[in-house]
């Protein structure tokens, strides 16, 4: 197995990213192109992929916009057929498409589950489908999946969110010693608050909230340098990384003085 160095050019590396219409998605795609990566860009929305692609016409690289419902699986194992066919490989898949709804407890609706499960959890599964036989027959490849900080501990107003993400990192934990030894290489992004539509849409105060550009940066960086974690910003996942491992008195003493 190949580990993609921080520096290497890109060029000839085919790369596909879900959710790559809007925020981290959109900009990461963008980054890899100028890179020289070969990026197939996958969101339901062909218009804003097409808008992509006009962007990226005068970098090293190309993107491609291959639009699909990742929460349908036929839509993206048409999508991944549409890959073998032109290219025959994914050497790196950042899978990435997901959404956030505030979840107050007195509030919680069954209803905000599922639409975070089917979308954060499943849209990533479908994904899977397609692309861990694929990778351990070409036994090679880098499989990152975007879950959050959020996914450590159980947050107030995040019940659906948090749930979503720390199955994510559970997943993606399981995975990387399954896939190991088959030449794939899986990577968990654990982000905080970056600048997004998404994030735009928060009332609340977001802490060490960074701009997109640096959050695809510290992705595209961490997927050369980082043996499984890319997490960031680094005081902020330094925060949340001492909070996963408070006792739950203490835990629940900080989380009650952040709902005031």
Known sequence: MST????ESLKNKVIWITGASQGIGRQLALTMAKRGGTVLATARSYGNLDRL???AQDLEGIIIPLPADVTDQDSVIRAADVIMTRFGRVDIAVLNAGTFIKTDGVDFRSTHMRKH?????????????????????????????????????GLPGAAAYGASKAALINMAESLYTDLKPHGVDVKVINPGFVKTPLTDKNKFEMPFLMDVEPA??????????QPFEIRF????GMMMGFLRV???RAFFSVTRRLNQ
């Open 117 to 153: 499960l089917e979308l954060n959890v499943m849209g990533v599964c479908h994904c899977l489908d397609a692309l861990i036989p694929m990778m351990v027959d070409q036994q090679s490849g880098t499989l990152a999946v975007n879950a959050s900080l959020a996914g450590y501990r």
């Open 53 to 55: 692609q006009h962007e």
């Open 246 to 248: 408070l006792p739950y």
């Open 233 to 236: 910003p680094k005081v902020f």
């Open 216 to 225: 695809a940066n510290a992705i595209l960086s961490g997927l050369g340098n």
């Open 4 to 7: 993609m160095k921080s520096t």
